[in-house]
């Protein structure tokens, strides 16, 4: 470019690929959202290069060349969703020409050695040819099989097949590729398995479902890779407690299958829960100890480059090789090897190439959450917790030389702090007995007394740590409230010193398993530092969580508002621009006219973080409309009905996606409780749905009665928000569901409110009348579906029934006043089942509409056909959460509005 640029060519010469791959990631964005074909793509992109070389010398090139880019990158979006061949699995069952739930027969070629589960273990297979209805099919794509163990024998039966990395089988089973739960804010199980690079699944029901037909080629390097980490995750698990075998395996390993609820609940509530997950963290660790190592055996910088990359290439391979370790050990051999070559770049350029090798590689990937939490991280460490600190270190260090011969140009405090910290008077004095002049330096005399002390590096590590990492959450804030909806506060002090304890709890562990070859009892030492360590860091990390404020459970703004996200960065990116223009020695650097610029940036960084935080705008405002929205809980209940003056009312909060505990024992000890690491519905859809709306609180929380299905998931609920107030008709504290609903309302000092039948509550013209159960003087008496609590709400000329389990018992006792039963919607009590919805109680009804709560598959058949062709036979339409998801119905008091996934309708 010439000498009279313009500034952006500057910036572009001095970071050309942070440039280049910003615009190429615009454009996978824009292809993402306009439906552009890849013809125009490609003319675009060819043109805009032509145009760059023929204008090359002019100062406008550089508009064409960014033009290029974006143009690629939307290019490249759309050839990687024309690779997906159309025999792929995911899809022929998303387009319906494979049933999601059939049996079928696939043959295929398993991708890894079988990966053990409490349980079980997992299996991923590349499926050549499926067989639907006597139907061959070629196809392609993973399948993840899951094969349970529930005796010794079913063990053997496992072992005598002998399935291994590379074995051809042939499986008879039920595939299933489909959505779990279908609500505003719920998590898309399709796009998880597509993350994963996964089509379907399937759970094979017995080991004679499966045929070995013979060892398939294999590359040996890898097979061996595969069975010493299989060979590891059984060591550990042999020498190791749950919790503390769980972490190594995990942190290590990359299978989560193995860390029980407790020990991931205290990590994620911590802001830790990322240490478990093989990425950068680990990566980099592994990295560094390689080369580390070979330093001790040649001084060659490319023999150094090559073995540690093929280790860590090799470890890469091992774990799985899944998109986020992939990323980080490609961003790290990028890296490296910009340093062997002696590249005189920049971290940020460094850290642009890996993106944009990546994004080329898998376009799709700039909208996981996982790449753009980590490009996040490392961006924020490399464009400003990097400068920062290397500007705070020469301001600190400034003595007078030929680069730097005045003094630092910043406030007293600022240097007061710097020379504190990175001042050495001992280093100076050195420096002056090599000098030909002298010249005495009025330094802060802290720096002199903390180094004298032996405090400066203590005090210095611990400056560093809480600004990177201060500055790392800062610019993840965004990230933790849409994906995760939670704000560690602890997490800026939390992650530095709970990593470096599972990196050394890792080695301890590695040498034990080594050392266990050997002698039990050398290892034991090992064993039990590592079973320390662990502790350690459970205990720090549990002692941090209990306080209240620890971390918080935030709602995200959605459609518009959503702008707020992009907002918040601005101010974030104006200060890494002033920050990086920002020199300490510099005579026409304008510090007033900076300090102003900073300020402004820091009050709208604020402005924006309080927005987020404390989110005035994210719950709808009330529309003098009642709302009752029935989730999709699969086999459970929830509904959240929306008074018209605003107040909310969620009943029941479904349950019962966790798996059973389960006792796991080793060799000559006791057994010990495994509860899997599996969320609550509560949690994974309830929870979800509501924060999606913007809410933070529910005014009341309403249990209908203590079964698993409907009670569990407020738990969940009553933790996650806050509440004024939680409606039950029993009190069973004998019942273990109950017992955790009521800990953590007396914990939260949530009132305790006994509704009984007769009991009426109104709310801005809208009323609520309690039709079951009886009260009782007994109240801790099982509470079952016949006691479950029938609310009718009445809102001007609409009204709706919500029956919870209730069963024919309690029908028949309601009906002795069959007027109190009329309603336009009804809940069918007991999810469609034939315990409910007796002809008598139907007709008393006379409802329009049928809403029945139950999954696409139940367990139990439900709904039952006989129960729904009574509903329709009284001229009732019948809805069902599991087929319309999340079913919403609007009134204005005098008709509805149902809305759901697929249409909208109106009902008079």
């Not at 060892?215 to 097979?223: I, N």
């Not at 933070?696 to 998931?713: P, V």
């Not at 509470?783 to 479950?788: A, G, L, Q």
């Amino acid at each position: 470019m010439p000498e009279n640029s313009p500034q952006v060519s500057a910036n572009f010469t001095l970071y050309p690929l942070a440039w280049l791959a910003s615009f190429f990631a615009l454009g996978i964005f824009i292809g993402k959202f306009l439906d552009i074909s890849w013809q125009i793509s490609f003319a675009v992109t060819l043109i805009s290069v032509i145009l760059t070389f023929i204008f090359i010398n002019k100062n406008f090139a550089i508009v064409f060349l960014f033009l290029s880019f974006t143009s690629l990158g939307g290019l490249c979006l759309q050839v990687e969703k024309m690779s997906v061949a159309p025999d792929r699995l995911k899809v022929l069952f998303d387009s319906e020409k494979l049933k999601s739930g059939e049996p079928f027969e696939i043959t295929g070629v398993s991708q890894n050695n079988p990966e053990l589960a409490v349980g079980g273990f997992f299996l991923v297979i590349k499926s050549e040819t499926i067989v639907s209805k006597g139907v061959e099919h070629n196809v392609s794509g993973n399948i993840r099989l899951f094969l349970p163990i529930r005796d010794e024998q079913i063990a053997n039966e496992y072992e005598q097949l002998n399935i291994g990395y590379g074995t051809k089988l042939r499986v008879a089973c039920e595939v299933r590729r489909q959505e779990k739960f279908q609500n505003p804010g719920g998590i898309s199980n399709k796009e998880i398995l597509d993350r994963q690079g996964i089509d379907a699944t399937a759970i094979v029901k017995s080991p004679l479902l499966i045929e070995n037909l013979g060892k398939t080629r294999t590359f040996a390097p890898f097979e061996w890779l595969a069975e010493r980490r299989q060979n590891l995750i059984i060591e550990f698990k042999k020498h190791f407690s749950v919790s503390t075998a769980g972490v190594l395996i995990a942190s290590l390993l990359g299978n989560k299958y193995h860390l029980d609820k407790t020990t991931s609940e205290s990590f994620r509530e911590g802001g830790t829960f990322h240490i478990l997950v093989i990425s950068g963290l680990q990566i980099t660790f592994i990295g560094g100890l390689a080369i580390l190592l070979l330093r001790q055996f040649t001084r060659n910088r490319f023999w150094q480059f090559l073995l540690s990359t093929l280790f860590l290439w090799a470890y890469t391979i091992a774990v799985g090789a899944d998109a986020p370790v992939t990323r980080a050990a490609l961003m790290f051999t990028v890296w490296y090897f910009a340093f062997v070559v002696f590249r005189q770049g920049t971290l940020l350029n460094t850290l642009a190439a890996s993106a944009l090798a990546l994004l080329f590689w898998q376009p799709s990937s700039l909208f996981d959450q996982s790449f753009q939490l980590t490009f996040m991280c490392v961006l924020a460490i490399v464009a400003m917790s990097v400068p920062l600190l290397e500007r705070l270190q020469s301001i600190g260090k400034w003595h007078p030389s030929a680069e730097t011969p005045i003094p630092p140009n910043v406030p007293n405090w600022l240097k007061t702090l710097c020379e504190s910290l990175y001042w050495s008077e001992k280093n100076w004095q050195k420096e002056l007995t090599r000098n030909v002049w002298q010249c005495n330096l009025f330094k802060t005399p802290y720096a002199e007394k903390f180094e004298r002390w032996r405090l400066q590096k203590v005090f210095r590590y611990v400056f560093e740590t809480i600004l990177v990492s201060l500055i790392v959450q800062s610019w993840l804030i965004p990230f933790g409230v849409i994906y995760f909806h939670r704000i560690s506060v602890f997490s800026i002090l939390l992650n530095v010193p709970v990593g470096a304890l599972i990196a050394i709890e890792s080695l301890t562990a590695i040498i034990s398993v080594f050392v266990a070859q050997l002698s039990e009892i050398l290892a034991a030492p090992f064993i039990w530092a590592t079973e320390i360590l662990n502790w350690l860091i459970l205990h720090i990390t549990l002692f941090v969580i209990g306080f209240d404020w620890s971390s918080f459970r935030l709602p995200h703004y959605a459609g518009q508002l959503k702008v707020v996200y992009l907002l918040y960065f601005l101010p974030i990116f104006a200060l890494t621009f002033l920050l990086l223009k920002w020199s300490p020695f510099s005579l026409k650097f304008k510090i007033q006219n900076s300090k102003f610029k900073i300020r402004i940036a820091l009050v709208s960084f604020l402005i924006f973080l309080s927005i987020i935080i404390f989110h005035p705008f994210s719950a709808p405002n009330p529309d003098g409309k009642l709302h009752v929205d029935f989730l999709d809980v699969g086999q459970g209940d929830s509904a959240l009905v929306t008074m018209p003056t605003g107040e909310t009312l969620l009943i029941d909060g479904g349950g019962k996606m966790n798996f059973n505990k389960v006792y796991v024992q080793r060799e000559d000890e006791e057994p010990e409780l495994f509860e899997p690491d599996v969320q609550n519905i509560g949690e994974t859809v309830v929870s979800n749905f509501l924060w999606e709306r913007g809410y933070s609180k529910i005014d009341f929380l309403l249990a209908t009665h203590a079964d698993t299905d409907h009670i569990q998931g407020l738990t969940d609920v009553a933790r996650n928000f806050s509440i004024n107030s939680a409606i039950v008709a029993r009190t069973p504290f004998q019942d273990e569901d109950f017992a955790d609903f009521y800990k953590v309302l007396e914990r939260k000092n949530v009132p305790l409110t006994i509704l009984k039948r007769g009991d009426v509550f109104n709310f801005g013209g809208a009323k609520i009348e309690v039709l079951s159960p009886n009260s009782t003087e007994n109240l801790d008496s099982k509470w079952e579906n016949n006691e479950s609590i029938v609310l009718r709400i009445i809102y001007g000329e609409t009204s709706f029934l919500l029956t919870g389990d209730a069963e024919k018992e309690a029908e028949n006792a309601m009906l002795q006043t069959p007027e109190s039963l009329k309603a336009n919607v009804v809940k069918a009590g007991h999810h469609g089942s034939r315990t409910s919805s007796t002809q008598n109680f139907i007709a008393a009804t006379k409802a329009k509409l049928t809403i029945i709560s139950v999954g696409k598959e139940s367990p139990f058949g439900h709904p039952h056909e006989e129960v729904v062709e009574r509903w329709k036979n009284s001229g009732a339409k019948v809805m069902t959460t599991g087929e319309n998801g999340t079913i919403s119905i609007i009134s204005d008091g005098k008709s509805l509005r149902i809305e759901n996934y697929l249409r909208t309708q109106t009902f008079r």
